[in-house]
């Protein structure tokens, strides 16, 4: 009686499998809508980093249905899956999500290296182009080479010349670098590895001495990393951290004795997650960000009063993270996104919507000036952007932040990027790429 | 009733020795493979394919190999995923490194460069057992990853360490479209598992099972520990590093050191144990449950209104845990166990005694 009972149960949860299975076919969507995939994680080790940025991201989408009604009519609509930062859990979700909406996937942006790295093999064949705001692959620059592959804004190569550029600034004159020793401290995964050929070529152009240490993913250990480097004795520490590794890292040096104020992490490690965590140990930390904190900019006002106030609730449970770093860099992905749908339609059609095609056109045609910022609402938020079908980034400003105890105080201007070694670099990696997969360079 | 053996005599030696010795089993696999070959490719969309039939059946061959190792052989491994790296990493230096040569011999030789390298990590085995196996193996894990992100000529000096599959061409025809990469996996998978199900079957297999159930036994009645043993090392790690190069050839088509960690090696544990410790078929099932629920759980919670999509994503996690629970707790020897017993059942129904 009772191995009766529990395989009535078996065949019950084998229904509600089931059941799940066919009740999730896809919903009838209405024409006149643009759809935009949201490969987001929640979960997991990195969460601090999904939940921010793509907060960011759909608030302002919210923002533009409820304010503008969409982009000159057309509304923006989104549906999320769960990627948990994996990259076998993204091409599922890429490829469940490519087809939605009535134009299919407008642009994709992963923020992930790893899933960007596995997709961006797809994007040609889908034409969907892959936006890697800020993140891997830096090579896709070169968009002769990466048709489909954005890594607008700036890329870990840029920030990697601009870092060092601070670091003359702060010794006093680039030629002052002869003879320093920097570390590397990097995540063990492809996105920390990215930037240990541009460190090599400028160790060279420069004369100091840089180590790369390896930290293994997730990074929650750091003991045997940060002995080392005190046995090096470096003049700057760089943190390419990402999650976990970066309160670790800060808590890890304090124990080791190496100063706070030279230690310099890239944008991925400095969020108010990145610190808050790290407590004191974080005071006078320095992090390069292509955008502030801070929740002043009209943009984020017109959020709160259009997609937080009277009742409605926005895509983040915690309000406090609004003007955060990972919600502002969410922010600036819509703000892109939607320039891109925008400048599309300026050529396509207005009113229409685009496909994954004329949307690659949006983006590589993007002209986002002072007087466009200013009328997003976004003066200071990010630097002037354009892009070209030849130039796949568009910028690579970056400002540097010092974390005060409380909150990040910006301490540079824009620092604009070495694009003689960068450039190069880019062309010479795609075209590496372009042979090993076969691809033809297409005529700029 | 419909599942009887009755009046199904044996009257040749190869009828006694078939694979399947019930009529209806065999029908039934003849069906499930008319499905997977016929069918399938020409009802199925991109994204069953590509989301969720390859890694189903990349997932099945590296359980499939683990499973020999650890199932057949009684060797606890968590070096999977590093023998599935050392798979992909040799494929694609083949295919890079050797001008003109079969991607499907790129393959095999990613699979016997897995098989030495499993070897050579296999060897402690004859002096350790049980959980210091595994920690031993553990060793393989690390070891692996560590060298594939520390030397960048395997990687061929990819500036984050990421390889990128080249395009599969196979006497001149190129398997670029999800639906021909499937029918490749398919193939090489339903060969590998008919291989592997014989082996389990000769003496080979018996071998390996005799050593599991008692190493001293097998050697008092004359096997050579220290060949079985390494033997099973080889073919489950050959098993997986083809895994391995399907992973990165027909699923992902660029891959890390990274997407092999020690996780993807307790999630290939995790399968064998829910599908069957020591069966082909509970690779398959183990490989299914691991593989599809959490997409199907993701796609199911989606349809409850109302929730804040942060606490579905987690919410998935706690059903799928509680499910594996259960259905560990209703059988703890797996879903392919729970399938012998629903087989008896059948046999009995509809007049159990």
């Known amino acids: ?206 004369g100091f001495v840089v180590t790369h240490i390896e930290v293994p993913h997730p990074g929650n250990e750091q003991q045997s990393q940060w002995l080392q480097i005190r046995q090096i004795k470096p003049d700057w520490v760089i943190l390419r951290g990402w999650g976990v590794m970066n309160p670790t890292a800060l808590r890890t040096a304090q124990r080791v004795g190496y100063p706070a104020n030279k230690i310099l992490g890239v944008w991925w490690s400095g969020a108010e997650e990145d610190v808050l965590p790290a407590g004191d140990a974080a005071k006078s930390y320095i992090a390069a960000s292509f955008h502030p904190s801070g929740a002043e900019f009209p943009v984020i006002k017109d959020i709160m009063k259009h997609v937080y106030s009277g009742g409605h609730k926005g895509n983040m449970d915690d309000s406090k993270r609004i003007g955060q770093q990972y919600y502002n860099r969410g922010l600036i992905q819509g703000i892109l996104a939607v320039e891109g749908i925008r400048t599309a339609q300026e050529k396509f059609g207005k009113g229409k919507p685009i496909t994954g095609e004329q949307m690659k056109w949006g983006l590589e045609n993007l002209n986002i000036d002072e007087k466009r910022l200013k009328q997003i609402g976004a003066s200071g938020l990010m630097s002037p952007l354009r892009s070209s079908c030849k130039d796949h980034e568009g910028g690579g400003a970056v400002k540097f932040m010092q974390w005060d105890g409380a909150k990040w105080a910006v301490i540079t201007d824009w620092i604009q990027p070495d694009q003689s070694i960068v450039r190069p670099m880019v062309e010479e990696a795609a075209a590496k790429y372009a042979k090993e997969k076969g691809v033809t360079p297409r005529k700029c | 009733m419909f599942y009887r053996e009755a009046g199904q005599f044996k009257t040749t030696y190869p009828a006694d020795q078939q694979i399947l010795p019930i009529r209806q089993d065999r029908y039934a696999l003849g069906a499930i493979l008319v499905l997977a070959f016929l069918i399938i490719p020409f009802a199925a969309s991109d994204y069953w394919f590509t989301a969720i039939l390859i890694p189903f059946l990349i997932f099945a061959l590296a359980a499939l190999g683990l499973n020999i190792l650890t199932g057949y052989t009684g060797q606890l491994s968590l070096g999977t995923a590093g023998f599935m790296a050392v ?61 594939l992100i520390k030397f960048g000529w395997f990687s061929n000096y990819n500036s984050s360490g990421v390889i990128t599959a080249q395009p599969i061409v196979i006497l001149g025809y190129e398997f670029n479209t999800p639906r021909s990469k499937y029918l490749l996996t398919l193939c090489i998978v339903a060969l590998l598992a008919l291989a592997a199900k014989n082996m389990v079957r000769s003496g080979t297999g018996r071998a390996w099972m005799a050593v599991r159930d008692m190493d001293i036994a097998a050697e008092v009645i004359g096997i050579r520990i220290f060949r079985v043993k390494l033997l099973a090392f080889a073919v489950s790690s050959f098993y997986c590093g083809v895994a391995g190069a399907l992973w990165a050839y027909a699923h992902l088509g660029s891959v890390e050191p990274a997407a092999f960690t020690l996780e993807r090696s307790f999630q290939i544990l995790f399968m064998i144990i829910i599908g069957g410790v020591g069966s082909i078929l509970g690779s398959f099932l183990g ?45 703890p020897h797996g879903l392919a166990r729970l399938w012998q017993i629903g087989k008896e059942k059948l046999r009995l129904w509809p007049f159990p005694h």
């Open chain 2, 287 to 331: 490989a299914a449950f691991i593989v599809l629920l959490p997409i199907l759980l993701d796609r199911g919670v989606h349809l409850i209104p109302g929730i804040p999509r942060d606490l579905l994503s987690n919410l998935e996690f706690i059903i799928f845990g509680g499910l594996i629970i259960f259905f560990l707790a209703v059988e």
């Open chain 1, 1 to 206: 009686m009772i191995r009766r009972s529990s395989l009535n149960l078996r065949g019950a949860a084998l229904c509600a499998a089931l059941g799940a299975m066919i009740g999730a076919a896809a919903p009838v969507s209405a024409q006149n809508e643009q759809f935009i995939p949201m490969l987001s994680y929640r979960v997991g080790p990195y969460a601090a980093g999904g939940t921010g940025f793509h907060g960011g991201f759909i608030d302002y989408l919210d923002m533009i249905n409820k304010r503008d009604g969409g982009v000159n009519g057309v509304k923006l609509t989104w549906e999320e899956c769960e990627t948990e930062y994996k990259n076998d859990r993204g091409l599922e979700c890429y490829e469940r999500l490519k087809k939605k909406g009535p134009t299919g996937a407008t642009m994709v942006d992963p923020l992930s290296t790893g899933i960007t790295y596995a997709i961006s093999d797809r994007a040609p064949t889908d034409k969907i182009p892959v936006v890697s705001l800020a993140h891997g692959r830096s090579d896709a620059a070169d968009g002769r080479v990466f048709e489909y592959v954005f890594p607008l804004i700036t890329s870990y190569w840029s920030q990697s010349t601009a870092k060092i550029k601070f670091i003359g600034q702060r010794e006093g004159g680039m030629d002052k670098l002869k003879g320093k020793k920097i570390v590397n401290l990097y995540h063990g995964s492809a996105y920390g590895k990215e930037t240990i050929p541009v460190l090599d070529v400028q160790a060279k152009k420069y």
């Open chain 2, 87 to 147: 798979g992909a990493f040799a494929a694609f230096n083949f295919v890079l490194r050797v001008p003109g040569i079969p991607v499907l011999v790129a393959f095999v030789l990613a699979g016997l460069t897995a098989a030495l390298v499993g070897l050579a990590f296999g060897l402690p085995s004859l002096r350790i057992k049980g959980f210091y196996l595994a920690v031993a193996t553990l060793a393989a894990q690390f070891f692996i990853e560590w060298v």
